[in-house]
């Protein structure tokens, strides 16, 4: 059956139920160019979506060398054909008449087209002479969420055995750095326990600061066919804002900002005390139960309720609900990674699973979320600070192995200190101790925290940068040398998405102009450098996107995420497969920890673990003494207020988030027509009683400032929960007459607003708890806010404002299947 639908209006489409227990039925989306015809596409190419971390697979329509439209696949395992918004017409950024073309350099203060020779010549004389006058330490690679796997490899390798540095991070520490300690902590090893499919299974949901409507389309679609068909699951959602998933949910929980540790504790204690436990599995698979109920004894519900600002009836509600599930499947996003106490919450997630004995069976486990369509990529690669193959950097042996997968010694592997994340990096970098930066695939001028801070650091004389993107950003318009790069249809590659499902990306089209592959350059840089194993033979010694892949398999060939069982030639034929992969697991591993934990005995585990308050890290014989079997870890936590708490002077707190039209910092998705028109401006988010309050109505231009700085923006009124502004973060200057920073009327950036702080464990930026004013600017005089209607920015009063649609630029979507 076919039927069109605006999918800007109507988000996540039509819906086909299915009960629980039984295959999500197939639904292909597709959208063509408006005047192309189905028989005019000359061949499909198979990728998957780089605008979300949910791993949709699909197919780009090319005619004429250029790409015309996207189908989903049914066949994949992730998305059954489904699309979202941003799946459907993102690819539009690709062809858009600003892309970088040619490299730059900068000549007297201006940035100048040259050839690759110039520019690459300019990175790697500025490399040899940072190497020999200051040594290794004085060069940092930051990176992104959003690159293939072969060149997070490529890059890792580089960076630490070609250069020898211990700075190499990515932005990935900025959204879901978090997700991978938590693992850590846990379990001993990164690595999502979980899978998709668990939504076919699970009785109850239960959502941690995860905004999956928004944040994942499809998934959520999943989740609305088994809310609409025969025995649906029940959801728990908390989140401090009106989302869709809090209108779906049995149970919605809208805490203070950084009250996360409170709430679960009250959760954990209220299941402790009714004996909700199973404790055969916690006796045989857990540590740490006496002092995880010692810690939690005390954290009533009306204890918690008074923290938090939520009703104690709720606590015991929700805790009701997941004490009484059968099939309990958890998920975290954001919510809880962007705050001073991230890891310590989002393990007290993992124990709410453990104590219930929810683990490695269908419907049960947690999935500590990504952000990025490669963020699991950057971790398993070793490209957020990791060893690669998420070996231990405290344990000799595992650096041994990882020195011989790369035939180097192992004092080339930099292992003396913890590796260094994004915002220690840029800290060596203000205080001159890093000379070099090279920035690849990431905007940190709009992404990072203090913007006015950022902004000083990358135009700084003695700091030499590299930026490797897409667009002149605002970041780039700060470089010393930009180096034009290829986006995902126009290169081949893989990437794996937050359920551990690898897919490969096939080449489209050509990149334009003179613009490379992340890998074709980094393969580059590598050749005009020089680097060599203990042999004297090239230190990276593959050529190509294939050839990359097959030195990964070797690098994690016995590994967790052992990947040694998948081929190009598999990925094309099966679509996506799960890690590991294997000869004894051949069609991959749909969930972890089926039969106890695998991964964290004292020789094998990622991690001794840290501190959870202070982020100290514990000793190996520590960690022996107290995990000597292997076990997973229930660590306890105290609840510690927020580090920024309201005041006389800034009374509101303020968070950041994202909304479902737009990625990161919008180099792409503000690009794309359809998207840009749903959510085309800045907008501020208040409650309806906070609006009577200040005296404020929807549209007016309000200010809102923190001690760093100020942002100016139309006024949205949502049944947000009282005393918190809420501000997207997308929003740049990349397309205003500043183009890098705010104008004299003011910030349009979110993080011009937000603080320099991180949690202790997972060194995350605290996006979601400062502290603010609001002040009116002018009043409305019939403009409105230009936040979408159809997400968590929906107005209080529905029908105050003209609802999001596609309009007379955005085309309707062609649905394909059973409808039921």
Known sequence: MQFETDRIARPWGERTPYTGGTAWPARVDSFLEPGVEADAVERWVRTASLLHSNGDAMDLAVADGRIVGVRGRPQDRVNRGRLGPKDLFGWQANRSPDRLTHPLVREDGHLVA???????GQVTTRSRHLLDERGPGSLGFYTSGQLFLEEYYTLAVIARAGIGTNHLDGNTRLCTATAGEALKETFGCDGQPASYTDVDHADVIALFGHNMAETQPVLWMRVLDRLAGREPPRLVCVDPRPTVVARHSAVHLAPRAGTNVALLNALLHEIIRTDRVDRAFVDAHTVGFDELADRVADCTPSWAARICDVPASG?????????????????VLQGVYQSHQATAAACQVNNLQLVRGMLGRPGCGVLQMNGQPSAENTRECGANGDLPGFRNWEN???VADLARVWNVEPSRVPHYAPPTPAMQIFRFAEQGSIGMLWISGTNPAVSLPELHRIRDILSREQLFTVVQDLYLTETAQLADVVLPAATGAEKTGTFTNADRTVHLSDKAVDPPGDARSDLDILLDYARRMDFRDKDGRPLVSWHDAESAFE??????????CD????????LRDSGGLQWPCTDEAPEGTERLYTDGIAWAAPDVCETYGKDLVTGASVSEVEYRALNPGGRAVLKAAEYLPPHEPPTDAYPLQLTTGRTLYHFHARTKTGRVPQLNAAAPEMWVELSSSDARRYEVAEGDLVEITSPRGSVRA???ITAMRDGMVFLPFHYGYWDTP???RPGKDGGRAANESTVTDWDPVSKQPLFKTAACRLTLVERARGAVS?????TASAPAEPHSVPPTEGGAGAVAVQHIGERR
């Open 114 to 120: 040259c050839d690759w020779d110039t520019a690459m």
């Open 315 to 331: 606590i015991v509600e929700a805790a009701e609900i997941l004490g009484g599930a059968e099939r309990l499947l958890s998920t």
């Open 396 to 398: 000799e042996d595992h």
């Open 551 to 560: 030195a990964w398999k070797e690098c994690s060939r016995g590994r967790p």
């Open 563 to 570: 990947y040694t069982g998948l081929t190009y030639a598999r």
């Open 714 to 716: 139309r006024l949205r």
């Open 738 to 740: 500043e183009g890098d």
């Open 786 to 790: 230009p936040a979408p209607t159809t």
